[in-house]
C-alpha cells in the first residue's frame, strides 16, 4: 500500500497523464498541421493509446476511479474509430488480371541488393516502386539481375531521397506528374488481358521542418490529380511519411483509394521498423475502388530502414 504522502503526488501526476490523449485525438480529427510538430504528433497515436492503457491500469490498481474512467474514456476516442484497421473488409467483385505489387524504400541505397532482387524472384513481384533510389543502386540492381525479372519501367535515380523508380514485368507507357506533384514516378502498365493500371511509386518528403511539411501537404495531395490525369485506375505504391491518421493521407483514401494492409486487417502492423526509436506505418499500397486486395505481405529488408509491403491484387476485369 503507498503512503498517504506519495498517494496525494501520484494522483495528480497520474490525471495529468490521463488527459495526455486529448491532444492526439484533437488533432487526428481536426486538419491543425500549420506547425510541423503536429504531423509528428499524429504519426504517434499508437503510442498514446499503449500510455493511455498504462496509465488505467495503474488507476485502477491505485483505486483513483476518476483517473481511471478519464484514461478509459481515451482509449475508446483512440481506439473506436481505428477498430476496423484489424479486420479484413469485403473486396469488390474482380475477376480479372492478378498482379503482385511492392514497394521498398532503399535507404539512400544502402539495401542489401542480393536480397532485395531474391525477394523479387521468390515472391514473383510483377510490380516494383522504389524510393530513395541512387544511380548506384540501380547499377547495383542491373547487375544482381533485377531487369531480367523485371524489364520494363520508369527510372528516376537520384542523389540522396530525390530518387524514385517504377520496375514491371509488363510494359509500361510513362504518365508524367502535374504540378505540385514532386515525388512520384510511373506510368500505364500493360497487363495481359490487354487492359491497363496506372501505376505509381511515390515519396512526399517527411514533415520534419516546416518547410518540408508544407511541401508533404502539397505534395501528397497533388499526387491525386496526377493519379487522375489518364482515365485508366490508379495504384499508388510507397514510401508516403504518413500514416492512415495523416490529413494529406486522408485526402487520398477519401476520393476512394483503399489502403491494401487495411483491407486485410493489417494497418496495425509497422513498416518502418528499423529506426533506433519508433516504429510506424509509413508504406502504403493504394488501390483504387474497382481493384481486389487478395493478401499483403510485409517483409523485413537488410539494409534499410522500411520494411518491403508485397500485395497481391486484382483487376475487375
Not at 104 to 128: C, E, K, M, W, Y
Not at 191 to 209: I, N, Q
Not at 219 to 224: F, G, P, Q, V, Y
Amino acid at each position: 500500500m503507498l503512503r498517504r504522502p506519495l498517494r496525494l503526488v501520484l494522483r495528480p501526476l497520474l490525471f495529468v497523464l490521463a488527459l495526455a490523449w486529448v491532444p492526439f485525438a484533437v488533432f487526428a480529427a481536426v486538419d491543425f498541421d500549420v506547425w510541423w510538430p503536429i504531423p509528428s504528433l499524429v504519426a504517434f497515436i499508437p503510442y498514446a493509446a499503449i500510455g493511455t492503457l498504462l496509465v488505467a491500469v495503474v488507476a485502477i490498481l491505485l483505486k483513483a476511479r476518476v483517473v481511471a474512467l478519464v484514461a478509459l474514456v481515451g482509449l475508446a476516442v483512440l481506439l473506436v474509430p481505428r477498430a476496423g484497421r484489424v479486420t479484413a473488409s469485403d473486396q469488390p467483385v474482380a475477376r480479372g488480371d492478378q498482379l503482385v505489387v511492392a514497394t521498398s524504400n532503399v535507404h539512400f541505397g544502402t539495401v542489401d541488393v542480393p536480397a532485395l532482387v531474391r525477394l523479387v524472384r521468390t515472391q514473383r513481384i510483377d510490380v516494383l516502386a522504389l524510393q530513395e533510389d541512387t544511380p548506384d543502386v540501380t547499377e547495383d540492381l542491373a547487375a544482381a539481375g533485377l531487369r531480367r525479372a523485371l524489364p520494363f519501367g520508369v527510372l528516376q535515380p537520384g542523389p540522396g531521397a530525390r530518387g524514385i523508380s517504377l520496375y514491371s514485368r509488363y510494359p509500361v507507357t510513362a504518365v508524367p506528374r502535374l504540378r505540385g506533384d514532386r515525388r512520384s514516378v510511373g506510368g500505364l502498365v500493360q497487363l495481359p488481358s490487354g487492359g491497363s493500371l496506372h501505376m505509381r511509386s511515390v515519396h512526399p518528403p517527411p514533415p520534419f521542418s516546416q518547410s518540408n511539411m508544407d511541401r508533404w501537404k502539397a505534395t501528397t495531395r497533388a499526387m491525386l490529380s496526377t493519379a487522375r490525369s489518364v482515365a485508366a485506375p490508379a495504384v499508388l505504391l510507397g514510401d508516403f511519411n504518413a500514416t492512415l491518421d495523416h490529413h494529406p493521407f486522408t485526402t487520398l483514401t477519401d476520393a476512394g483509394f483503399r489502403d491494401a494492409s487495411d483491407e486485410v486487417g493489417q494497418a496495425w502492423r509497422p513498416t518502418w521498423t528499423n529506426a533506433r526509436w519508433a516504429a510506424l506505418t509509413l508504406d502504403h499500397v493504394l488501390v483504387p475502388p474497382s481493384v481486389a486486395v487478395r493478401a499483403v505481405t510485409i517483409r523485413d529488408l537488410k539494409g534499410t530502414d522500411h520494411d518491403v509491403v508485397i500485395a497481391k491484387i486484382q483487376t475487375r476485369g
